[in-house]
C-alpha cells in the first residue's frame, strides 16, 4: 500500500511531550508512531505499527531458522498453575489479578514458564519427543512500579518469549546455545549494539543466565566489564573473598567516646582527631557500617535484616535485593526501631547485631570483611565507637551477603582486570531454568530406559517493544529518527514539494513506480503545506532515503537524500526510480 | 519453512474433548490446533496460528485495500473514559474489571470505541481531516457467562475492529457502506456463507445496524427472511400492527369462575367447557398472558415488569431484554411477589397492572394488543378469569414492546412475505453509531464555515477467531477438517509410508521442490508410524491436496488425493511437483 502523508492517520509536534525524559521516548511520540493511552500503556499509530511489525518480523525469522516452532498463548490466564509454583504469590505487585464474573482469580501473564510447561506436558511424554524449542510473539503484562521513557518499560508491551525442553543438562546446554546464538543474530540484523552479561536468575531460579544488554547512558541496567573480557550486571558482580588477615597480635577492642559521630565522615574525622593512627590516616575503609533493611517476604511477612559493610561503600539495593530475592526490600522505620529499642541509631554495631543478639535481626556481612580484618564500628551506646574489633574474634555475621555497591576499578571476579561500569538497555535474556517449573508442575518423560524422568528447561525473552525503543534511541539526530534500513515505516519518503501540479503528478508516478518494484513508498502528497514543513517531518520520521520532486522538475531532475548522512544529490528525473531502488537496496 | 511431522508440536488425538459439543471444537482441538486453556480462553498451537494468521491476512488486505489505516490500542485501559460513555457500568459482568497496584481501575477491553474517539481527538480538529476509517486486529475480553465451543464464543478472542469518523450523516453513510462492501468481499474470500441481517444496535447505540450471519443449526443466534428478501435477527424483528378492531358492539367485560385455569391450556379448555364461544372454539390466542419478570438496570436497580401478549406465544427473553437494553432480565422470584401481594398468581391480569395501578408494576403490551381486541385474561382473583375485555376500553399498557417470540410464517414486518427462522453465527456486525460517543468524549471537528461540530461515527467488527471456527464448521467431513485452499497451514501435505529408504528421501526431495516453489509443505516423515495412522492425521489436519509416496514408488508413481472430493489419482513421480503445484494453484 503506497501510504500518503495527505490521508495518512499522524500529526507531528513540534514539541515534546512534557512526561518525556529520552530521546526515543520524545521522537516515537512527536513523530506519531506512539500515544500514550495510560502510564506505561501505549497505542501504535500506523507508522509506529509498521516498524513494529517489521521488528517482530525479523524475531520471528530467526526463531523460525533455528528450528523454534511458533505458538501463542492467552495474557489471560487462571491462577493454579502459579499457585503451584508460588509465583502468584512471589510476583508480588508486579502482577496484573483479577477475579472473572464467578469470583475465580485470573492473571495478566508476565511471563509463560508456567503455561508452556503444561502445554508440553499435555502433548509429549517421551524422551524421543524432546528437544523442544517453542515460542510466541505475545501481549506481556507488568504492573511496573515506575513506567518509563515509553515504551522502553511499559506495563503492556510485546515480547518474544521461547521455551526450552529437554531430557538432561546436556541437552539443555544445547538449547541455551541455540538461543544464544539466534539471539546475537536477531540483534545483529537489528543493528542493535549488545554486550552480553552474567546474570543473576532471580525470580526466576535456574543455574545459568545471561543478559544482552544494549549499551547507553539513559539504561537502567548498571553493568561491568573487564579488559579480561569478563561482563555482568551488578547484581551479578561477586566480590572476590581477600585472604583472611592474622590477628594474633591485633591489640584488645576497646570503646572510645565518638561524640556527634553519626556519620561516617564525622568519624573518620573524629578519629583521626582524637584517635590518630601511627602509620597512615583513619579512612572510611577502615569503619564497618551496619545497615538496617527489611525484607518484605513473598506470604507478606516483614523481616528486619542489618548488612555490614566497609564504611567506604555505599549498599546497592538492587544487588541486595537480587542477593535476597524472592523477598523485597523495604525501609527499616522508625516503628521498626520502636521495636527494637537495643538499636542505637547512628552508633549500632556487631554487638546489636545477629540471631544470637539481644536483638536477634539477622546480620549479613559484605564478603571482604574476612577473618581478621579490624573495625572501627558503633559500640551500641550513645556517642561511642569501638575500635580494634576484629572480625573472627570480637563478632561474627550470620552469612555474607552481596550487597555493596561495585566501583570502577574494583577486581573482576575472575582475575580479568578491573572493571569499568556502563550502563545498557536489557534487551534480551536467556536463562538455563533447570528443572524447576517442571518439577513443580509435574512434567515428566519417559527416558531411554522407560523410566520417568523431569525435564530441564530453559526460557529466553527477547523485549520486543523495548528492542524497537532501543533503536530508536540509538539512531537519531536532533532532527529525529533516522531507522535503519529494513526497520523504517518505508524504504523512501518521496515529498513533493511547491504548487506545480506537475510536481505532484510526477511525485505519484515515481511512487507508482516504486511501489511497483516492491519498495515501499511514504510519498507526502499534502497540498498548501510548505516545502520546510514537509522536510522537518520527513527528518522526523526519519524514513533512510528522501527524494524531492520539487524546483529542480524544471531542470528535469530530483534531489535524493540519504537521512543518515544529510547528503543530497541531483538524479536526472529519468534515473529517479533506479536510484532510488539502489539506494534501498544498497 | 518446511513443516515435519517427525518434530512438529502437534499431538493428534482420536477421541473428542469431552466438553465439546460442536464438530468444529472437537476437530480444532483434535487435529491439534487449539488447546484449552482456560473456560473459554484458548492457546493456539502451530497449526491453528498458521490458519489464524491467514485468515487475519485476508481481513486485513481487504481492510487495507478499501483504504482503511491500520493501528494498534491496547488491551488493558484505563476506567475514565469507559466511564464517561457509561459502559464501564453498562457493561455489567461482561467485562474484566482490575486494578493496578496504585487502585487505580482499568479494564481488559471488550471494545475500543472510547480510546478510538479519544485518539482522533487527540490528533485530529478539521473537517479536512475527515472521513477517517482507521481499525486494528486485536485480541478482545469478554467474560461470557458461557463461553461455548471452543474459539467460536471465547472470553479472550482476537477481533478486528474498525471506526469510522465522519462530518455528517451523508458522510457515515458512505463510511458503512465501504465497510459493508469490504465485509462481503472478507466473508468471500474466507469462502464462508453469510446473510447480512438488520440489527438492533442494543448496547452500543446507533441507528443503523446489520449482522453478518453465517447460517448453521450451530449458530447461536436466530434470524428471519422472507421469500422478499427481508432478513433480520429476531432481536430485531418488528411486529406488523394490525388495525383497530371496532369495539361499539362488544359485550361488556365479564367475570366467570375458572378454578384450576393457571396455564393458558387449562385455561383454553375450562372456556371451551363452561363458556363456549358460539362461531367457534376458543383458542389460546383469545387470551392475554401477562409475564412478570425484574429488570435490572446498569446502576443496579431492580425493577419489576409486566408484559402483556397473546396466549399462543411464548415470551422470547432475548428479544425483550433487547428492547430494554441497556438494562438486564432477571427472574420474578417469591420476594418479588412478597412485595405486590394484590398480584394472584395464575390469574394476574391488566388490572392488577401498570404505572397507575395498586401494584405500580411498568406493563407493556404486545403490539397485536390493539384498540379494540377483546380479550380472556386474570382476573386478580383466585380461580376467575375475566371475558370480553377489551383493550383501550377496559385497560391500556403503559405503552408496547416487542417481547413475543418470531415464529416461522410470521409476516415479514415489510409486507415481503412470510418469515423463515433459520440459525447462524455473527461473524460481522457493522454500527452506524451516530454520535453517541463523540458526544460523550467530547469529539468535535471544525466545520466548513470554521463551527465547531460533534463527529459523527460507525463502528465494524468481525469476530477473527470467531470466523475461524465457523470455517471449520463448515468445512468438515466425518474424518476431519477439509480448510479451503489459502487458508489451510500448508498447501499440501506430503505423506511418505513404509519402511524403504528410498521413500523417505524422494519425499523429501519432492517437498523441498515445492517448497522452492513456493507451496508451503506439511511433510509427513516420521519413521515407524503405519500408513493407516499417517492417513488418519492426514485427512483429520485437512490440508486440501494430500502426496502419497509409498509402494508406488517401486513403479515409479505417487499417489495425489483432493482432500474435499476424496479423489485419487497415480502420478508418474517426474510430474508429482507439477502436478502438486497445479492442484495447489487451482
Known sequence: MLMRMSTLFLRTLREDPVEAEVASHKLLVRAGYVRRAAPGIYTWLPLGLKVLRRVEAVVREEMDAAGFQEVHFPALLPREPYEATNRWTEYGDG??????????????????????????KDLYSSYKDLPLSIYQIQTKYRDEARPRAGVLRGREFVMKDSYSFDVDEAGLEVSYEKHRDA?????????????VVSAVSGAMGGSRSEEFLHPTPIGEDTFVRSPGGYAANVEAVTTPVPPAVPFDDAPAAHVEDTPDTPTIETLVAAANAAHPRPDRAWTAADTLKNVLVVLRHPDG??????????????????????????????A???????????????????GGLGEESASGIRYLLDPRVVEGTRWITGADAPGKHVFDLVAGRDFT?????????????????????PLELARGIEI???????????????????????????????????????????????????????????????????????????????????????????????????PKVS??????????????????????????VVELRDRRSGEARQVPLAEAVPAVTAAVRG
Chains 1, 2 share one sequence.
Open 183 to 195: 539471539y546475537i543474530r536477531v540483534f545483529t540484523r537489528l543493528g542493535l549494539e549488545f554486550v
Open 332 to 350: 527499616f522505620e522508625e516503628k521498626d526501631f520502636a521495636a527494637h529499642p537495643a538499636l542505637v541509631k547512628g552508633y549500632i554495631g556487631p
Open 301 to 330: 511477612t516483614r523481616e528486619p535484616l542489618a548488612v555490614g559493610l566497609p564504611g567506604d561503600r555505599e549498599v546497592d539495593l538492587k544487588r541486595l535485593e537480587a542477593s535476597l530475592a524472592p523477598a523485597e526490600l523495604e
Open 397 to 417: 555475621g550470620d552469612g555474607f551477603v552481596e550487597a555493596a555497591e561495585v566501583r570502577a576499578g574494583d577486581p573482576a571476579p575472575d582475575g580479568s582486570g
Open 428 to 526: 534480551g535474556h536467556i536463562f538455563a531454568l533447570g528443572r524447576r517449573y517442571a518439577e513443580a508442575l509435574d512434567l515428566k518423560v519417559l527416558d531411554e530406559n522407560g523410566k520417568q524422568v523431569v525435564v530441564t528447561m530453559g526460557s529466553y525473552g527477547i523485549g520486543v517493544t523495548r528492542a524497537l525503543a532501543a533503536i530508536a534511541e540509538g539512531n537519531h539526530d536532533d532532527k529525529g529518527l533516522v531507522w535503519p534500513r529494513g526497520l523504517a515505516p518505508a524504504d523512501v519518503h518521496v515529498v513533493a514539494t511547491g504548487k506545480d501540479p506537475e510536481v505532484f503528478t510526477t511525485a505519484e508516478r515515481i511512487a507508482s513506480e516504486l511501489q511497483a518494484d516492491g519498495v515501499e513508498v511514504l510519498l507526502d502528497d499534502r
Open 95 to 120: 502482577m496484573f489479578r483479577l477475579k472473572d464474573r464467578k469470583g475465580a482469580d485470573y492473571l495478566l501473564a508476565p511471563t509463560h514458564e508456567e503455561m508452556f510447561t503444561l502445554l508440553v
Open 531 to 556: 516545502p520546510g514543513v514537509k522536510f522537518k517531518d520527513a527528518e522526523l520520521i526519519g524514513v533512510p532515503t528522501i527524494l524531492v520532486v520539487g524546483k529542480g522538475l524544471a531542470e528535469g
